[in-house]
């Protein structure tokens, strides 16, 4: 496509309810990335992947937090027994490659947990 | 930790008058940066990027500055105009170590008419 794509863009869960976010990448980048944006704050990393190995999970908050892009292209965030505090937009982002080239982010998906 | 950070978190510009957003880094290994604008309810867009081999960079109206001396980045905007309001944020990276981007707080423009 032309740009990365995320869906829901909207999502509101109960406390506890196990929430999935899709990131369609641009076609044909290498890199991946999961990032956590709170109301008024930078952007803060979640998670890379490098076509379909996660290299580096080390701002995934809890085990609570999963994700996947078993095929290379398509990933999915996954939050179990979602939390208040989760409450942020996630945003994808994708480069051609990991280090030293634009990363172009999608819109985010704003979760809410009620 | 390693962190980026903004020294002012809100900057108000006549329009038609040059901005300058600054930001401090202090990861002395970081070697490449972005910088990136964000609209309210969309994703951050990005504007322009620099190599540590390199200490200023020009686009279409943006420069941007690096001075690796004091670790400090800053974005200059020519003759703002009311679609530059936005808040913006520099990102580093680095050529060795986590492939992250290491994003600031950033920094609300607000261009007055």
């Known amino acids: 496509g032309a740009g990365v794509s995320q869906s829901p863009r909207y999502k509101v869960a109960k406390r506890g309810q196990d929430v999935a976010l899709r990131c369609d990448p641009i076609s044909g980048h290498v890199s991946l990335f999961w990032y956590q944006q709170a109301l008024g704050q930078g952007p803060e990393f979640l998670t890379y992947f490098q076509n379909e190995a996660q290299l580096d999970k080390s701002g995934l908050p809890s085990d609570r937090f999963f994700a996947e892009r078993p095929e290379g292209s398509v990933s999915t965030l996954k939050i179990q027994r979602t939390q208040q505090e989760d409450s942020a937009v996630y945003l994808c982002?994708?480069?051609?490659?990991?280090?030293?080239?634009?990363?172009?982010f999608g819109q985010g998906t704003r979760l809410t947990v009620v | 930790g390693e962190s980026v950070g903004l020294h002012l978190p809100t900057l108000s510009v006549q329009e038609g008058d040059n901005s300058i957003i600054n930001c401090a880094y202090s990861n002395s290994a970081s070697d490449y940066f972005i910088w990136y604008k964000q609209e309210s309810g969309k994703g951050p867009q990005f504007i322009i990027d620099?190599?540590?081999?390199?200490d200023k960079r020009q686009g279409q109206r943006v420069t941007v500055l690096l001075n690796k001396t004091v670790k400090h980045l800053s974005l200059q905007i020519a003759a703002t105009q009311p679609g530059d309001s936005a808040v913006y944020f520099c990102?580093?990276?680095?050529?060795?170590?986590?492939?992250?981007?290491?994003f600031g707080t950033g920094t609300r423009l607000k261009v007055l008419a």
């Open positions: 990102a580093e990276n680095s050529l060795s170590g986590t492939y992250k981007y290491i």
């Open positions: 982002a994708s480069s051609f490659e990991g280090r030293n080239t634009e990363a172009f």
């Open positions: 620099i190599r540590s081999n390199m």
